[in-house]
């Protein structure tokens, strides 16, 4: 908690008709009430009023962060009763000779349960006019003077996306928050998949906005981290389609308005999928870097992905879904059983470069929390690496010996980039996973039992550790490559000739009778929620290469007597 730096206003002031010492600072507001008789202790100081003063009586003393107030509005109060400030109101009751008080109302961000903000309000009164306009017109400055919040956001509505509800949740529940904040916006509602991306890439007048907002799931997420990511690229004059150049970092951030079926980004990033509170998160202006990894086939750009890039078991369960949007996000647990049932392993190689002189490990017990230290000690790291970045390439050759291989058959291969946390897993696919850190988890499923495969979905959903299993093993990598088995080199190929032969006929006759066991030879990538083409790909880990309006999970607040400015 921020203590109180000099005092710019001070002021006794009425909440509810209690008198309250109020004070402001260019970090706090603070309301304190007024105690007419101080309980008297003989062995304490006078200044620790309370007998027990372990947690300050929220009845009685407040404080806010200034970067947390929404914002400050005028009204009138006349006998109890608040009006909105309007000059005819005023005119009347002044001729009337009522008893009239001058109010303000501060609307500022109130911590919920399970990582939830809510817009909490609480109006002043005073009866000297120009007190209470010097007030309002102090708390605007302090707002006005911070300059990473948003004035202006482009946004962009998918009306497809989850429950088809994304137009209804801007309007009602986050369109009234930007105005109240004095936000203004452009709003586009998608008319078809890949609108938003389109705009973004090559229409949108991006010089105008301070951010870009999507309302939707993370599909939707990904066509505007797409348009951005290639813009950018493209006024820097750096080759998107590159497999080796350094990418430029985005320089706008990015709303996320969670309105989708999963919504793992929103919820992964600010620990829960709530709409006021990410709308919220936006106003406050946070900010949040994001890896994104590159995918590339033949060096051919295929795609960006930030959250889940799955072979095998995600990808058979998003292919399956896609053809079951007409359910909704229920298609999702539906496929999920289906795929679970049909248990199809895949055989391939994976190579992989380890990230060296990091911090943490995918079996960390530590979780990526607002202000990470690993984000920010791994971030610098790659920072410096990327300006030698020309050098590096060249040890990251397979000749340098950095590179792993593993070849075999594998249920499911995942790399996370970030922990992937959403509802039906609240500590993700990869709980350590860090947002920033410029690496992604390879976690790799071998060909198991359903039981044990079993045993690995239930972990996700408990608190035991999913990778503590003989056929799972996970890696925290900087970049990695997979090869399907039938696209390897023709002298491999030859080994398995005669099983491959046999294969190939029961594939084709099995992909109608799945129940009979024999796997397809090709699973296909899950790309954030997007299938892929290939299944050759080559990823790389770009190390916070986009931001988010988001600050990262809060850790749950431990209460801190001396740290708290209403305790002293
Ligand atoms: C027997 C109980 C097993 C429960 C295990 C559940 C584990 C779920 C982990 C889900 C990780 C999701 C990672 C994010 C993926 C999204 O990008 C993608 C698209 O989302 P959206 O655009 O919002 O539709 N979602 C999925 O691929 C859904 C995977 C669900 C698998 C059951
Ligand atoms: N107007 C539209 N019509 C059809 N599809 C759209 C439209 N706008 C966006 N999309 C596409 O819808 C897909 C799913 O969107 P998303 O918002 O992620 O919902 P969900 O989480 O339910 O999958 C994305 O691939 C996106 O490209
Ligand atoms: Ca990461």
């Known amino acids: 908690m921020e203590r109180p730096g000099r005092l710019l206003l001070q002021s006794e002031l009425r909440v509810r008709n209690a008198a309250y010492d109020v004070s402001l600072s260019r970090s706090l507001l603070i309301w304190k009430r007024r105690t007419s008789s101080p309980v008297y202790h003989p062995f304490r100081p006078r200044f620790c009023v309370p007998l027990f003063p372990r947690r300050p009586d929220p009845g009685v003393c407040h404080s806010v962060p200034v970067s947390e107030i929404?914002?400050?509005?005028?009204?009138?109060?006349?006998?109890?009763?608040?009006?909105?400030?309007?000059?005819?109101?005023?005119?009347?009751?002044?001729?009337?000779?009522?008893?009239?008080?001058?109010?303000?109302?501060?609307?500022?961000?109130?911590?919920?349960?399970?990582?939830?903000?809510?817009?909490?309000?609480?109006?002043?009164?005073?009866?000297?006019?120009?007190?209470?306009?010097?007030?309002?017109?102090?708390?605007?400055?302090?707002?006005?003077?911070?300059?990473?919040?948003?004035?202006?956001?482009?946004?962009?509505?998918?009306?497809?996306?989850?429950?088809?509800?994304?137009?209804?949740?801007?309007?009602q529940k986050v369109a009234p928050l930007f105005t109240q904040a004095g936000i203004s916006t452009s709003v586009i509602v998608t008319e078809y998949a890949n609108h938003a991306r389109d705009h973004l890439k090559m229409e949108a007048e991006l010089k105008k906005f301070d951010g870009v907002v999507c309302v939707g799931g993370?599909?939707?997420?990904?066509?505007?981290?797409?348009?951005?990511?290639?813009?950018?690229?493209?006024?820097?004059?750096?080759?998107?389609?590159?497999?080796?150049?350094?990418?430029?970092?985005?320089?706008?951030?990015?709303?996320?308005?969670?309105?989708?079926?999963?919504?793992?980004?929103?919820?992964?990033?600010?620990?829960?999928?709530?709409?006021?509170?990410?709308?919220?998160?936006?106003?406050?202006?946070?900010?949040?870097?994001?890896?994104?990894?590159?995918?590339?086939?033949?060096?051919?750009?295929?795609?960006?992905?930030?959250?889940?890039?799955?072979?095998?078991?995600?990808?058979?369960?998003?292919?399956?879904?896609?053809?079951?949007?007409?359910?909704?996000?229920?298609?999702?647990?539906?496929?999920?059983?289906?795929?679970?049932?049909?248990?199809?392993?895949?055989?391939?190689?994976?190579?992989?470069l380890p990230a060296k002189g990091i911090i943490g490990?995918?079996?960390?017990?530590?979780?990526?929390?607002?202000?990470?230290?690993?984000?920010?000690?791994?971030?610098?790291?790659?920072?410096?690496?990327?300006?030698?970045?020309?050098?590096?390439?060249?040890?990251?050759?397979?000749?340098?010996?950095?590179?792993?291989?593993?070849?075999?058959?594998?249920?499911?291969?995942?790399?996370?980039?970030?922990?992937?946390?959403?509802?039906?897993?609240?500590?993700?696919?990869?709980?350590?996973?860090?947002?920033?850190?410029?690496?992604?988890?390879?976690?790799?499923v071998r060909k198991c039992s359903r039981f044990n495969f079993l045993r690995h979905l239930l972990r996700h959903t408990s608190k035991d550790d999913q990778f503590d299993l003989t056929f799972i093993e996970v890696h925290r990598v900087r970049r990695f490559r997979f090869m399907p088995r039938h696209c390897q080199s023709d002298s491999d190929l030859e080994l398995d000739l005669h099983e491959n032969s046999k294969r190939q006929i029961f594939s084709q006759i099995c992909k109608d009778h799945p129940a009979c066991g024999c796997a397809p030879a090709y699973s296909s990538w899950n790309c954030d929620g997007e299938i892929l083409t290939h299944t050759a790909i080559d990823v790389r880990v770009h190390g916070q290469l986009i931001k988010l309006f988001a600050r990262g999970i809060e850790e749950l607040p431990v209460f801190e007597d001396l740290s708290n400015p209403c305790a002293i």
């Open 70 to 171: 929404i914002s400050v509005r005028e009204e009138e109060e006349e006998n109890g009763s608040r009006q909105r400030d309007d000059g005819s109101w005023k005119k009347i009751r002044e001729r009337e000779g009522k008893d009239c008080r001058q109010a303000f109302t501060v609307l500022y961000v109130e911590r919920c349960r399970q990582h939830r903000w809510r817009c909490a309000e609480v109006t002043f009164t005073c009866s000297d006019e120009a007190v209470c306009q010097h007030w309002v017109s102090s708390i605007r400055e302090q707002l006005a003077s911070n300059t990473s919040r948003p004035k202006h956001l482009l946004v962009y509505i998918n009306p497809y996306g989850g429950k088809r509800q994304g137009k209804r949740i801007y309007e």
């Open 218 to 352: 993370d599909g939707m997420f990904s066509e505007i981290i797409h348009g951005l990511i290639w813009r950018t690229q493209i006024d820097c004059g750096v080759d998107p389609n590159s497999t080796e150049e350094a990418l430029s970092p985005c320089s706008l951030r990015i709303g996320i308005i969670p309105a989708g079926s999963t919504d793992c980004i929103c919820f992964a990033s600010v620990g829960t999928n709530d709409p006021v509170t990410s709308a919220l998160h936006i106003i406050v202006g946070d900010s949040q870097p994001l890896d994104v990894c590159s995918v590339h086939h033949n060096n051919m750009f295929l795609r960006y992905s930030v959250s889940l890039l799955g072979y095998g078991f995600y990808g058979d369960v998003l292919s399956d879904s896609e053809r079951k949007r007409w359910m909704g996000p229920a298609r999702y647990d539906f496929s999920g059983l289906k795929m679970f049932l049909t248990h199809h392993y895949y055989e391939g190689t994976v190579s992989y």
């Open 361 to 444: 490990t995918p079996r960390d017990a530590t979780r990526c929390r607002s202000g990470c230290v690993i984000c920010q000690h791994n971030g610098q790291l790659n920072s410096e690496r990327s300006e030698k970045y020309e050098m590096d390439e060249a040890s990251d050759s397979e000749s340098s010996g950095e590179w792993r291989t593993i070849r075999g058959k594998f249920l499911a291969i995942n790399a996370a980039s970030m922990s992937c946390a959403c509802p039906r897993s609240p500590k993700g696919l990869s709980p350590a996973a860090h947002l920033a850190d410029g690496t992604t988890d390879l976690i790799l």
